[in-house]
């Protein structure tokens, strides 16, 4: 055992009995109750435009930066833009997966209207598609008509989570379930999933070496190390970003054995920890759902975004945790090889993978944290 490893294994030992000596009182008071707040506040606005964004929110985005900035026009008038501050030049250099967020914030409004009585009218890009990156143009108009029809899958937006724990390897995930999220996610784009065998045990593989390339790939791992908040303070401080909560991860931090600073350090074993804790999550997958356009628009990259929403809410429905695995689908050069590989084995048609997802049955994780709507909100002059 090398001294890293004991020194490593020692702070973990300690942190135990520190912790099992505090009681449950530490463990407790170390939850980001207020950066969770918007989970509880959602549709408890007074206006129909403000109780559907207060949802909108909720959406999932990458590295949960919270691209969303909107412009309030009236109560039933709004104009949604990317906050350019908040994009991922590393990871997602041409906005890609940014869009895709930002095209689920706009499902999940629609849904919110709906559930509320109105019609959500949605103009994407009404003063063309920004190429190759995103800019101040606006995402989308958008206006509330009375009417809507209700979406079943609404219900299920308060559950949705990104489940970052081991999936159970003894509990397969039934096709039946795989093909419901396929329904979900409709006829605007293309969807696969494989639930067993060689397929997905080559897709586990390919996933684990995208999770390597990127940690080791100096500039993406520091642009997630960038957003990373660690324990309560830095959560409820920084509503955004990468969280890692818990007792344990707290006492690490504070014993400074797992920073961003040592997960930075290849020779540290913190940064081989995370890369054996992302090893874990495509080791554990046991089925991959994919989506794919047929080109790569901005207005396909919107409708990805809806699509993904949607087929996530069905595996909450079912009962099945969901983490995106798109690490190979990212287009800096580093990855070039890896994305000519998922697409030969998912997309030999052609196309572009929007997005693929990793799905199985595991612990419940709580709410990712979010910043309140009003920080979100420019009101119009």
Do not use: K
């Not at 920004?130 to 800019?135: A, E, M, T």
């Amino acid at each position: 055992m090398t001294s890293s490893r004991r020194r490593f294994l020692q702070i973990l030992g300690s942190s135990a009995v520190i912790l099992a000596a505090a009681g449950t009182g530490f463990v407790l008071t170390r939850e980001p109750v207020g950066a969770r707040a918007p989970w509880r506040n959602a549709g408890s606005y007074p206006d129909p435009m403000r109780r559907a964004l207060s949802w909108a929110v909720l959406a999932p985005n990458p590295h949960n930066r919270q691209p969303w900035i909107v412009d309030l026009i009236s109560e039933t008038e709004a104009v949604l833009y990317c906050d350019m501050d908040r994009r991922l030049p590393e990871t997602d250099p041409f906005d890609r997966q940014i869009t895709i967020g930002l095209g689920c914030f706009l499902e999940i409004f629609r849904q919110a209207a709906a559930e509320d009585g109105f019609a959500a009218e949605v103009e994407v890009f009404p003063e063309g598609e920004p190429q190759p990156r995103l800019d101040q143009r606006p995402v989308a108009r958008m206006s509330l008509t009375p009417g809507g029809e209700a979406d079943p899958l609404f219900a299920f937006i308060p559950d949705r989570r990104t489940n970052r724990n081991p999936y159970d390897t003894e509990r397969d995930v039934p096709e039946t379930a795989l093909a419901a999220m396929q329904t979900a996610a409709g006829d605007r784009l293309s969807t696969g999933f494989v639930a067993s065998g060689a397929r997905r045990d080559a897709l586990r593989s390919l996933c684990q070496e995208a999770s390597r390339v990127e940690q080791i790939t100096p500039a993406t791992w520091q642009e997630s190390l960038d957003v990373m908040r660690i324990g309560r303070r830095q959560i409820e401080a920084h509503p955004d970003g990468i969280a890692i909560t818990g007792a344990m991860m707290e006492a690490l931090q504070i014993a400074g054995i797992m920073t961003t600073e040592t997960m930075a350090d290849p020779d540290h074993r913190a940064f081989g920890e995370s890369l054996s804790m992302q090893a874990g999550w495509s080791q554990t997958a046991m089925a991959f759902f994919w989506m794919r356009t047929s080109s790569n628009t901005r207005a396909e990259q919107i409708d990805a975004g809806a699509a993904y929403l949607r087929a996530a809410l069905s595996a909450t429905r079912d009962g099945l945790a969901m983490q995106p695995m798109s690490q190979s689908l990212q287009e800096y050069p580093e990855m070039a090889e890896l994305y000519r590989e998922v697409h030969q084995r998912l997309a030999p048609e052609g196309g572009t993978l929007q997005m693929l997802a990793r799905l199985g049955y595991a612990r419940p994780v709580s709410e990712a944290p979010r910043w309140p709507l009003e920080t979100r909100l420019r009101e119009s002059a």
